[in-house]
């Protein structure tokens, strides 16, 4: 029997390893105990340290008891030092939420980070650059640190929006509304985000009174309403 320890610099993995023999092949069985920081796959291994074979079995339990102690303790001292969660259950993430996303979704964003900051910006990369039609895009903030994500609206550079509350218009076959987007918090824009994601699965129609006072389509072109309902499918599923 092996004792084997796996090391890539973020986690440790600790195998034990029954070898069989099979004619002219070995078969390695491994059975492990995964400790990873958040948000670190344990997928891969850079390097693989210290293949000891130990001559009794009580001399392997003796040392296998002494390094899960030891990596028990060390686990022990991660966990006291996270936070426990306060916050409101919509923007709740978790470490499955935030892995699933990196690994699946993130390839598909841009991230960016401000200056002094820990929360990481991601927008995406089809989004229009054009701004010859008003086009509002969310952003995915997520605060991994306090196991939070929130969505900000990012305008595009169409010159003629207006400098105070955005006023959303919407009809269908059968009624009309609007949406308002009056306050900066991230309640707000969570709402407003909301509001447009439901009216464009929907299949509302939408317009937007501009500065100027005119009324003019609003997320007209199909890939600007695709783009907005696919990032907003990425945040729900990073707060589930």
Not at 46 to 71: D, G, H, R, T
Not at 155 to 171: A, T, V
Request: hydrophobic letters at 40%.
């Amino acid at each position: 029997m092996f004792v084997v320890l796996l090391y890539r610099g973020d986690g440790v993995v600790v195998c034990t390893v029954n070898r069989v023999n099979f004619g002219k092949f070995w078969s390695f069985i491994f059975q492990w105990n995964m400790f990873y920081w958040r948000g670190i796959t344990c997928f891969q291994f850079s390097e693989i340290y210290a293949i000891q074979k130990y001559k009794s079995l009580s001399q392997i339990m003796k040392k296998y008891l002494v390094l899960m102690c030891f990596v028990g303790l060390f686990a022990c001292d991660v966990q006291e030092a996270r936070k426990e969660y306060t916050g409101k259950r919509e923007f709740r993430t978790t470490d499955p939420s935030r892995l699933y996303f990196k690994n699946m979704r993130s390839a598909y964003y841009f991230r960016s980070r401000r200056p002094n900051s820990k929360k990481d910006i991601y927008v995406l990369k089809k989004n229009s650059k054009d701004g010859d039609r008003p086009v509002v895009y969310p952003l995915i903030i997520n605060d991994w640190m306090n196991d939070m994500a929130f969505i900000f609206i990012e305008k595009n550079k169409y010159k003629y929006f207006p400098e105070g509350n955005l006023n959303i218009l919407w009809q269908d076959a059968d009624s009309t509304g609007n949406f308002v987007w009056k306050s900066p918090t991230k309640e707000a824009q969570f709402e407003f985000a909301k509001a447009i994601y439901q009216g464009l699965l929907k299949g509302y129609d939408m317009s937007m009174v501009s500065e100027k006072g005119d009324t003019i389509p609003f997320l007209e072109v199909h890939q600007d309403r695709r783009n907005f309902v696919v990032a907003m499918g990425d945040f729900y599923k990073l707060v589930e």
